[in-house]
């Protein structure tokens, strides 16, 4: 069973950075984020896809870059230029052999 353990979520203010790490417990190729904020769908931030393409949600507009370490086994969101709107719970994501695995999330508030 895959497993996934998020870091670097905290409080920021707007205008600011912060970089989540996400270590999985075997080799995947497909991983990236997802977050949902209180009463909202969860929805796509960042993916790396089994091809090493990347995909961002519509909101990103080019703040955030997701990386892969296929070493490691990491996968990485850094965080430029938060608003509020930013604020959620991000969720760690990974697919392999047709099973999605999700992490436990990492709170990220933005606020002043």
């Known amino acids: 069973q895959v497993q996934l353990v998020e870091s670097g979520g905290g409080l920021v203010q707007p205008g600011g950075s912060l970089t989540l790490s996400c270590a999985a417990s075997?080799?995947?190729?497909?991983m990236g984020w997802y977050r949902q904020a209180p009463g909202k769908q969860r929805e796509l931030v960042a993916v790396?896809?089994?091809?090493?393409?990347?995909y961002y949600g519509d909101f990103v507009e080019g703040r955030f870059a997701v990386s892969k370490d296929n070493v490691k086994i990491k996968v990485y969101l850094q965080m430029n230029s938060l608003k509020p709107d930013d604020t959620a719970i991000y969720f760690c994501?990974?697919?392999?052999?047709?099973?999605?695995?999700w992490g436990q999330g990492t709170q990220v508030t933005v606020s002043s």
């Open positions: 994501y990974a697919l392999k052999n047709e099973i999605i695995t």
């Open positions: 075997e080799s995947i190729r497909a």
């Open positions: 790396v896809d089994s091809n090493g393409r990347t």
